[in-house]
């Protein structure tokens, strides 16, 4: 016996109908979906916060021990601070809170991006040809020119005169064939999403509907 | 001729969707069963995996949310599967806020549905959600208890035997981030760098290209590019497991092979549209340079 879909199946099935019905034409039915999602998604926002965030990390710890864990006073009294800036006579007091955020992400992300990202790959983009086999040596020429092309395209310090304008002009088909593959990758994300919509529709509502499995 | 030139190009679209509809939804009626070809960096991926040895680690990090479960939930059940099948311990655990928790919980309680002699705090753990995932990682790489005091149940993991010898992420086989946005670009570019720790990413295919820069690095030792990766995924594990390979030909459920079908079928209308297109467009343009050149 096939188990008839369940109410949240149906109710799931019914809002993905409503929200490709856009498809067709604007209609009420999808603007009452698109609103029921964005009410939804920031209800279960504030919830995930809450019971995620804010109470394991800052409410419990201070309740059950706060011998322990007086310090967390201080991040919640800098993240109260961020809400003063609804209050107009005591906003400014929220930019001490707003720095201290930034300068922590600055710290942060720096060391990530340099150590992370920009070290690795320069070294792989200056590796030594001798060392490397036929195969390799191509890729790595065509990685060097590559990058080397970009980053003149991407200098803008100096007006490019005819031989500058010409790697710049190599640089361009690199970043277009990027962009091509780019399109290419996010096209069959959004498809994927479709797959995966239809599938639910499918094999989980209209199979068990009429019977099938 | 004209005319019909003319009709393309002024084809109403919703034709065009209703065309990717029914190539969409024909495939998941009626499976085709098109061939899926493996790539290197999902197979150096797979193999990196499969040279663990039992009772090593893997972590599993669930850094993406239901928008893009499609892509991602084969990626996460299927290496899942080989860990459980290599007798690898795993670390489940989420830093993509909306949504991530619920879906690592159905992936882990579908996929351990599958392996019933596995058992909860030895063979796999599931740490759940925590805020902040640079600085979760950044603590991790010293001390993961510190950066999770209990797991998803709630218990100290002090209590838990699996972390009886797992302090940090220097002692982790690998680190698996099944990720959409930014969050598998920490995972690279902190906690490998800081801990050393190998690095396999699972992106959505939106994702993917900015990736490779990282695969050719040397920063990443795998990667499941999309739907695709996860498809070909399916496909190394079927031909190394036999149960998987009866799993995936048998199951009812979703799968990313399936999923191929479809994606392979959509392809084709939209490459044969984009031709159409260009062809209709470039004779309507000669046709007016004709016209202006009889004037």
């Known amino acids: 016996m096939t188990p008839f879909p369940d109410i949240g199946t149906w109710v799931a099935a019914l809002l993905t109908l409503f929200a490709l019905s856009f498809l067709y034409k604007d209609n009420p039915l999808f603007r009452f979906t698109e609103s029921l999602f964005a009410g939804v998604s920031l209800g279960y926002y504030v919830g995930t916060t809450l019971n995620q965030t804010l109470v394991p990390n800052l409410i419990k710890p201070l309740t059950h021990d706060f011998n322990q864990n007086w310090d967390l006073l201080v991040p919640g009294l800098l993240g109260l601070l961020l809400y003063m800036r609804y209050v107009p006579k005591t906003g400014w007091v929220a930019r001490y809170a707003l720095a201290i955020y930034v300068a922590y992400y600055i710290g942060l992300d720096f060391t990530r991006r340099i150590h992370g990202e920009v070290l690795p790959q320069l070294g792989r983009a200056i590796v030594p040809l001798s060392h490397l086999d036929g195969h390799t040596i191509f890729y790595s020429l065509v990685f060097a020119i590559g990058v080397f092309s970009v980053l003149i395209y991407f200098f803008f310090s100096k007006e490019q005169d005819q031989v500058t304008r010409r790697i710049a002009r190599v640089g361009i088909w690199f970043l277009m064939v990027s962009f091509g593959a780019a399109f290419g990758f996010t096209v069959m994300g959004r498809v994927a999403l479709l797959i995966g919509r239809l599938n639910f529709l499918i094999l989980d509502w209209i199979y068990p509907l009429i019977g099938i499995r | ?295």
């Open chain 2, 1 to 295: 001729m004209a005319g019909f030139v003319d009709t393309l190009l002024n084809l109403d679209r919703r034709w065009l969707f209703l065309l990717v509809f029914i190539g969409v939804a024909l495939p998941i009626i009626l499976p085709i069963g098109l061939p899926v070809t493996t790539t290197g960096s999902t197979r150096a991926a797979f193999e990196h995996i499969e040279a663990l040895k039992p009772g090593d680690y893997v972590i599993i990090s669930f850094d993406y949310g239901p928008s893009s479960a499609p892509e991602n939930d084969p990626m996460a059940e299927g290496i899942m599967r080989q860990c459980f099948l290599k007798r690898v311990r795993v670390v489940v655990m989420v830093l993509y806020q909306l949504g991530g928790l619920q879906l690592a919980n159905n992936a882990l309680a579908k996929v351990t549905a599958e392996f019933p002699d596995l058992k909860y705090g030895v063979d796999y753990v599931n740490l759940g959600y925590k805020d902040g995932a640079a600085a979760v990682m950044k603590r991790m790489g010293d001390d993961i208890v510190g950066a999770f005091p209990t797991d998803v149940r709630g218990t100290p993991l002090a209590q838990i035997p699996l972390f009886k010898g797992l302090h940090s992420l220097k002692q982790v086989g690998v680190v698996v981030t099944i990720a959409t946005g930014i969050i598998g670009e920490y995972w690279i570019t902190q906690a490998h760098q800081q801990s050393g720790v190998p690095i396999i990413i699972g992106p959505t295919a939106v994702g993917a290209p900015k990736y490779y820069a990282y695969l050719n690095a040397g920063q990443l030792v795998g990667m499941l590019g999309g739907m695709k990766g996860a498809a070909e995924y399916e496909k190394l594990l079927a031909a190394r497991y036999p149960p998987l390979d009866r799993l995936y030909k048998t199951t009812h459920a979703f799968t990313a092979t399936k999923g191929m079908d479809a994606q392979t079928v959509i392809h084709f209308i939209i490459i044969v549209f984009i031709l159409i297109g260009n062809i209709a467009y470039m004779s309507r343009r000669a046709a007016q340079k004709r016209a202006a050149a009889a004037r």
